[in-house]
């Protein structure tokens, strides 16, 4: 798991592991962990500019 202390938004890449997309960030190389991946999901989503689902 990625232990980077902030992933931005463009410093995340998706790759394949085995049948499933994960998110790692470019600079580490590692997987982003769960409480990563929902700050870049919220980030990715304001970006966006769409409204957050509950």
């Given at each position: 798991m990625c232990e980077c202390p902030k992933v931005h938004l463009f410093e995340v890449e998706f790759k394949l592991d085995g049948m499933t997309v994960v998110p790692t960030h470019k600079n580490c190389g590692s997987a982003l962990d769960q409480k990563q991946a929902?700050?870049?999901q919220?980030?990715?989503v304001r970006s966006w500019g769409?409204?957050?689902e509950e």
């Open positions: 929902d700050k870049f919220k980030d990715l769409m409204r957050e």
